[in-house]
């Protein structure tokens, strides 16, 4: 019987490495570092959020536009109150939750159904590509805003709704940018021999096509992650998005707006988060497409020097 467990060895040895270097790569930007914390930071406070640690969101009239900053309260206080006594700080942290996750989700979608899409379109060609190539050119011919906005007011707006409507819009970049990519991978060697050893079509595409498009579309994806929450922002701001009693940042900048003058905090933290979050979310993009680029690696290794 042989030893089997010696030839895991070299993987994980290769996989721990992989991670250190991931890391150190990391510690080489701080600007990725300090956004990598903000996520972090966003992240807990969601998974706290799930697990019902947070404190009071009660209506309390006595705590109307309380004003933040007034350590002596409650630290669900700290961030004030919003026009109904509901701590903001655990307002911001619910709404994290629902903006992320409308993101997250709408982003998986478009990934995946616009991977498989485009992969099929570069692979196979013919009519079937040519039709799914047209129709992208049809969805890409309007605004998304605009198709997002006809959509939510056509179908009405909810979480369904919203993930669908914003997954169609960001559909066609992932199905262009893996059709291009498909195009160029097919005609490689390594493609050509698994043809001539007999491998199937949809063998090739798992084992050869997909793995040398995934890195190109995780980069699109991370990028798309920051557009999208601005989008789902925008549109829960005109009131097409989130509807109450759920909340979001975009909703809660809507809800803030009126009372500016008189409580600015109201829609000043929501705005605030959702810039933090979206701009962390486009350095971490730019960390990773470099990592995953060798021609740019020398810009990890200047930056520790």
């Known amino acids: 019987m042989t030893d089997t467990s010696a030839e895991f060895f070299p993987a994980r040895e290769r996989r721990s490495r992989r991670i250190l270097w991931l890391l150190r790569a990391l510690a080489g930007d701080p600007m990725a570092v ?9 992240v807990l406070a969601i998974l706290t959020d799930s697990l019902s640690l947070l404190g009071d969101n009660r209506i309390s009239l006595k705590a109307r536009n309380l004003p933040p900053f007034d350590f002596g309260q409650s630290w669900t206080l700290w961030l004030g109150a919003d026009a109904l006594g509901r701590p903001l700080l655990v307002r911001l942290i619910q709404a994290a939750s629902t903006t992320i996750g409308i993101a997250v989700v709408t982003v998986l979608t478009s990934l995946i159904g616009g991977t498989l899409l485009g992969v099929i379109a570069g692979y196979f ?13 049809i969805i890409l011919g309007f605004p998304t805003l605009l198709v997002a906005l006809f959509g939510l007011y056509l179908f009405g707006p909810s979480v369904g709704n919203l993930v669908i ?28 021999a698994a043809r001539v050893f007999g491998g199937g079509p949809t063998w090739i595409l798992r084992t050869h096509i997909l793995p040398s498009v995934a890195p190109t579309m995780l980069t699109l994806a991370s990028v798309n992650l920051a557009m999208v929450m601005l989008f789902e922002s925008g549109l829960s701001y005109l009131g097409l998005g989130i509807q109450p009693p759920s909340v979001s940042w975009g909703l809660m900048v809507a809800q803030g707006q009126g009372y500016l003058s008189s409580a600015w905090w109201l829609g000043f ?3 605030l988060a959702v810039m933090l979050t979206t701009m962390s979310f486009n350095l971490l993009a730019n960390w990773f497409r470099i990592v995953n680029d060798p021609s740019q690696h020398w810009r990890l290794v200047s930056r520790r020097r």
Request: proline share 4%.
């Open 34 to 42: 300090a956004a990598a914390i903000w996520l972090l930071i966003v």
């Open 125 to 137: 060609g013919g009519i079937v590509g040519n039709v799914i190539m047209r129709i992208c050119d």
């Open 165 to 192: 409507v914003l997954a169609i819009t960001r559909m066609p970049a992932y199905i262009r940018v893996a059709r291009a990519e498909t195009l160029e991978v097919r005609e490689r060697l390594f493609v050509d």
């Open 269 to 271: 933290f929501p705005g």
